[in-house]
């Protein structure tokens, strides 16, 4: 009897041995299909009794995978929400599915007989033979035909589904047992109800037919027509970020109104969670969170197609990935030039004339000067790399406030050079890296630029040449920087970014150990000024950063989106 007993538990889901006393018909149905066949002469209880103390681990093992099928129901936003009663409870019905590459496991108008969920890999849905999107981790398919009327189109699949890579893991829990159990608990089935009532604005049918591009823009009209507050999740946002996106939000607009939600982290996949909880319109981010492709493909399958950054910068996000999935990037261009402009002016003087060592110096008393001797800016060479808004900012400085000679690149030329005495034009990066005294940065981060400070650049500049950057921490390669310092090629270098500052920057490690060796040599350097990308922080840039970000969101909620928007990065 003993043995019969161990058999029944060892053959049926653990968790059901505790769901509920009062076994319903499911239960039963589903326990009576799992009796052993004692007509088997390997099936009967002297054999499996000998079986199970040969191996004692079979418990344990089992055990483990019900943590693991709750890893997979948690590692689903929705039922990440639900409480852990009912994900241990509901993991019992888990089920892996068989799967494999490019073969359909549910075919478009067939009954939809459980509902599906990725745990690994990719699976795309495709309607009339054309794909319209796809699901990763943690998506599902099903959760609205499952309660269908079976006996209606409604209860059939409005897509074909196709494992979309070979390492795919698709698990279901059958239409009968998540019914049932929605049922019995009515806690369960409101938060099913909200949740749908949520996401039904963008699962219309005619919705879901029409392509990639055209869905995104469909889906922000039939937005701006429904809604009348809009949502935004801000993500890396500091008490700064909050004080003034909430004065910008405030103010009243028209019939719309503003919902923001702060958090401090930067985004990642567990992070935009909260974004499938609440039904965000659209996210927030900053230079450093990394919106790859797989978050654009997260935030799509969650209906936001709105990606507001609040930079100038967006190498960042992949925009590929955004214009594949029509969703919609913009940035703020121009919050205040003369922020950063006036901070790279800031950094030359202190370089030049050494005044984080003469404060150093004279706060412990030291009032000598040698050591401190520094140059007129005046009748100095210098280059300004790329001559946007911030780069324009800066030769005016120079050139009319210092009256140094301006040589000036970029490939898109600004007409606006002709008009200022002392500055011109050169072809070509050579002649900058060649004749100035001074080097400045001000060009975005790109595939072509990445790097453009590297060992053959630094080469080529004159001895004791200061190199400023305000830009990108990767337009300039660490270790050509560093050689450049440590040879005298490079007298001074002046960095408001670096290429890994990610994780770094804008955070407090003083009581740290910072794991980074070369941002630890470059501020060993006492001719090296290192700031924590605070040259847009001022006042007015951020009123400037905030008042932009809601002009973005104002200009897509009234139908200008992708290519149109006036500030969206790809055209």
Known sequence: RRAFSSTRLLNRPFSKTRICPQRSSIYTSSYSSRVPNFSSASSHPSHIFKSLSKNKRNFSSYKHTMEEKQTILNAVPFFNTIGEQHVKELSSFLEKVSCSKGKAVLSEGDKQDQLYIVHKGKLERHKQGKKIDSLRPGGYSGLYHIFADPSTKDACAFATLIPATDEIELWGIKREDFVAYVSKHPDFSIKVINHMAGRVRTQSKLYRAITHGQRAVQGSKNLKQSMNVFRVLVFDSKKYDIDHLNKAFTVDNDATSFEMTYIPERISPSAITQAAVNNYQAICVFVNDKVDRNIIEVLY??????????????????????????????????????????????LMMALNRKLHQAYMRTITGNFSLDGLLGFDVKQKTVGIVGTGKIG????????????????????????LIKGIPNAKYVDSLDEIYQNCDIISLHVPLLPSTKHMINKKAVDQMKQGAMLINTSRGGLIDTTALISGLK??????????????ESGVFFEDHSA???????LIRLMTFKNVIVTAHQAFFTEDALNAIASTTKSNVLAYI??????????NVYK
């Open 558 to 567: 009234n139908g200008t989106q992708g290519p149109d928007h006036p500030n």
């Open 512 to 518: 740290d150990v910072i794991d980074d060796g070369d």
């Open 392 to 415: 324009m900012c800066f030769v005016d400085i120079l050139a009319k406030g210092f009256g140094c000679k301006v040589l000036a690149y970029d490939v898109y030329r600004n007409d």
């Open 301 to 346: 399958e969650l209906d936001i197609h709105l990606i507001l950054l609040r930079c100038a910068g967006f190498n960042n996000v992949d925009l590929t990935a955004a214009k594949e999935y029509g969703i919609t990037v913009a940035r703020v261009p121009a919050y205040s030039p003369y922020s950063v402009a006036e901070h790279a002016c800031g």
């Open 487 to 500: 040879s005298g090629k490079i007298g001074s270098a002046g960095l408001d970014v670096y290429e890994k």
